[in-house]
């Protein structure tokens, strides 16, 4: 099964950026559909952004415009390009491999205002 590691979480002013990266043990070719997610204290998990392997993308209404997902097949590795962020976008960032239902063990992200 196919593992993810995400990284690339840190402390940023409002109107900052980060880069997220999501990188898998294994290929991930063959998985259609990677996604982000995140959980802000307190909430429940939401779903932020996914990209296929077509390289069609998808966003919340919430960061639509800010957001920007992409994936590299080659380096197996998926990313959420964050820019304008603002304060309620705190939260721990996940990646999710939706064939296999598994689970990144996510990255922090706080924005301060």
């Known amino acids: 099964q196919v593992q993810l590691v995400e990284s690339g979480g840190g402390l940023v002013q409002a109107g900052g950026s980060l880069r997220l990266s999501c990188v898998a043990s294994?290929?991930?070719?063959?998985?259609?559909?990677l996604a982000w997610f995140r959980q802000a204290p307190g909430k429940e998990r939401e779903w932020v952004a996914s990209?296929?392997?077509?390289?069609?993308?998808y966003y919340a209404d919430s960061v639509k415009g800010r957001f920007i997902t992409s994936r590299d097949n080659a380096k197996n590795t998926l990313y959420l390009q964050m820019n304008s962020l603002k304060p309620e976008d705190t939260a721990m960032y996940y990646c999710?491999?939706?064939?296999?239902?598994?689970w990144g063990q996510g990255t922090q992200v706080t924005v301060s205002s």
């Open positions: 990209a296929n392997n077509r390289g069609n993308t």
């Open positions: 999710l491999n939706t064939a296999s239902g598994s």
């Open positions: 294994g290929s991930i070719v063959t998985i259609n559909v």
